[in-house]
């Protein structure tokens, strides 16, 4: 919504529209608009009108009732409980002279500022400044001073904070860090009010004929670089007595030595950044898991909670940043994701969350990007939830609005016919259950890398794998179920690859050697010397020596695909199309074949035509032949005595079995 749905009965353009056009039910809805927030009361009167219009038009509205779309009342009421941001600056200190070291903010933005005021700098603060010799391998620890009440500080404002550091002898030969913090127009994470904020928010809206509401990719402002030079880092004061109550450190401190590191001290630097990452990554769990409970006590428990969890499509530094990686515990109703998120993921947030489907949130400045997605994402168990056209809606009478009106909805209805013969998955015959910890640590041997790779090798073979990280064991969502299978909600595993499990915790090798006697095949790539903190640990020897080490990722994906081709299952078509932003993985093409657990084999075609090619083929189905002219897809399974259970097809002209 912007300015023209806050006209008198301005949100009836586009209800009308879906009402008359489209197959929905539900529209996901947010704000885009300056000076309004959510706590204002002709913006509820207006959401309320809405909700009522869109029931009497057969569908219902999810509003995204995020605290992001209400700053300013969260700010009157908690004013000290606002994100900052704790910079960290260094400068060689000068023996002759004063040291001036000047710190400047950022102004962080995203989706939820435009047409709004960004999450700009309020203030600035000078925390701490600690005096130290830096070597070759990092701060010599015997050297670090805190000289914080010896310093001076000139300035200190939302637009910069500005110290001077003294020379002298003491100077000779040390560097200076001076730690500054800037407060920022955006809900602390750590805020302790900021659960019973939200809460009360939703239950502002409670009189509305809602049918659910939205938090869509919560977490700390963005970062668009992830910093690479580990010199910011999110904080509060309230997140400091977190951090400090789970490993009675000072974590101001800390910063210091995740950030420069010092001799002799890896392994604690180490797990200083396995606790600050950790604690990062629940706390946004447990705010969106209390954000999905709370819709569900406020409108009623079919109510749905939606969008998506993940902000920068790709798991890596950008979205360790910004939430810690926290998808997998990031409660939805549905699997859902956005943009160019890779597929492993996707599939595998439909077994976390138990989803018929997933659902991915898409937008594109072509029209070919948005048909090859609409197949890609049948032949992979999902669906598209399509964004309007971006940056600008096709004009009239424009090849783009021509396919609009054609061959993109006629294609998107084929597919949803899938919808009435299966509520399973994508069959993926293949785990990769990467750590959690040692991807995110950049002191660590394997930052930023989560298996993608191993990923892509498989769905080249025709095998399609979930991507989980292994803290899903301790929180007993990937089981060893009574078949003696590695399990994730509904499926089992014929192969599961341990990846990177360095700075792993117990429960790991514990789960490991259990299912080591079971009826899934365990493969390692890559070492486990240190536990979670930081200390060294046998890993290596407390994993089963049923679990064969691989050297790389393709001698990884080799035994895999050997081990799957033993057991007789059939691979699905291969995934060949690079897709994504900066980084690219591999997506299925539109043309192919796929398994659903159920048994279920879905046969779809959109290379050329986003309404659906011609299918004119015979193909078999667990050894029974089936012949079939249509168009866009067939989707058949059969029963165990051979009899037909269902099928779907697009412009069917003949099936025979």
């Known amino acids: 919504w912007s300015e023209p749905e806050f006209a008198p009965q301005g949100y009836r353009a586009f209800l009308d529209l879906a009402a008359e056009h489209a197959a929905y039910n539900l529209i996901t809805t947010t704000l885009r608009i300056p000076k309004k927030e959510l706590t204002d009361d002709d913006v509820h009167a207006q959401i309320k009108e809405a909700a009522a219009y869109a029931r009497r038009r057969g569908m219902a509205l999810v509003m995204d009732l995020d605290v992001r779309l209400a700053r300013a009342a969260f700010q009157q009421a908690h004013p000290d409980e606002l994100q900052e941001m704790l910079r960290l600056r260094v400068a060689d200190l000068n023996e002759a002279a004063e040291t001036t070291i000047t710190v400047t903010p950022e102004t962080p933005s995203d989706h939820y500022t435009f047409r709004a005021t960004p999450y700009v700098p309020l203030a600035g603060r000078l925390v701490r400044v600690y005096a130290y010799v830096r070597g070759p391998e990092g701060i010599e620890p ?71 509401a939205c938090k869509d990719e919560w977490g700390f402002p963005p970062c668009y670089d992830g910093c690479p030079a580990k010199n910011d880092y999110w904080y509060s004061e309230s997140m400091a007595a977190a951090y400090a109550q789970r490993t009675g450190r000072d974590l101001v401190h800390d910063c210091l030595l995740m950030y420069l590191g010092q001799r002799g001290r890896e392994g604690e630097r180490q797990a200083a950044i396995n606790q600050f990452m950790e604690l990062c990554w629940q706390r946004n769990g447990a705010i969106e898991d209390d954000f999905y409970r709370a819709v569900k006590e406020v409108f009623g428990p079919q109510a749905v909670v939606a969008t998506h969890p993940t902000w920068w499509p790709n798991p890596d530094t950008r979205e360790f940043k ?37 659902y991915n949130m898409y937008y594109s400045t072509r029209l070919e990007d948005y048909r090859r997605e609409i197949w890609a994402a049948a032949l992979s168990g999902g669906r598209v939830n399509f964004h309007p056209f971006y940056p600008s809606p096709p004009e009239a009478g424009s090849p783009y609005e021509a396919v609009m009106r054609g061959g993109l909805p006629r294609g998107d209805c084929r597919i949803r016919l899938l919808n009435f ?120 020897a407390a994993l089963p020596p049923e679990m064969a080490v691989l050297p790389d990722v393709n001698a990884c994906v080799a035994a895999a695909v050997e081990q799957l081709r033993a057991r007789g299952i059939a691979p699905q078509s291969p995934s060949n199309q690079a897709v994504g932003w900066d980084r690219r993985h591999l997506a299925p093409a539109a043309a192919g074949r796929c398994r659903l657990l159920d048994g279920t084999v879905i046969l779809a075609a959109g290379e050329q035509d986003a309404a659906g090619d011609p299918i004119r083929t015979s193909f078999e189905v667990n050894g029974r032949k089936v012949q079939v002219d249509c168009v866009g897809l067939v989707a058949v399974r059969f029963e165990e005595d051979g009899h037909l259970e269902a099928l779907a097809a697009g412009g069917l002209r003949r099936f025979e079995t």
């Open 142 to 212: 015997e050297t670090v001073q805190d000289i914080t009440s010896t310093c001076r500080v000139d300035q200190a404002s939302a637009r910069q904070v500005t110290v001077t550091v003294g020379g002298g002898a003491e100077a000779k030969g040390r560097q200076a860090c001076a730690i500054v913090a800037f407060r920022h127009f955006a809900p602390d994470v750590f805020a302790p009010h900021l659960p019973s904020f939200q809460r009360d928010l939703l239950r502002r809206y409670a009189d509305c004929e809602l049918a659910g």
């Open 322 to 358: 910004k939430n810690g990686l926290d998808w997998w515990i990031a409660t939805r109703d549905w699997a859902q994701t956005d943009e160019v998120t890779p597929f492993c993921v996707r599939t595998a947030l439909a077994k976390k969350w138990g989803s018929p489907v997933w």
């Open 421 to 540: 013969i299966s509520k399973a998955p994508l069959d993926c015959p293949v785990a990769i259950v990467f750590g959690h910890a040692c991807a995110m640590n950049w002191a660590g041997p394997a930052y930023d890398d989560v298996g993608l790779q191993v990923a892509d090798g498989l769905r080249q073979a025709g095998y399609p794998a979930d991507l989980i990280p292994a803290d899903e064991i301790a929180a007993r969502s990937l089981v060893l179920d009574a078949d003696g299978f590695v399990r994730y909600g509904p499926q089992p595993y014929a192969v599961v690859v341990l990846y990177h499990p360095q700075f792993e915790k117990p429960a790991t090798a514990a789960f490991f050697r259990q299912a080591a006697g079971g009826k899934t095949t365990l493969l390692r790539v890559g070492r486990w010397t240190a536990g979670f903190d930081g200390r060294p640990f046998d890993g290596d």
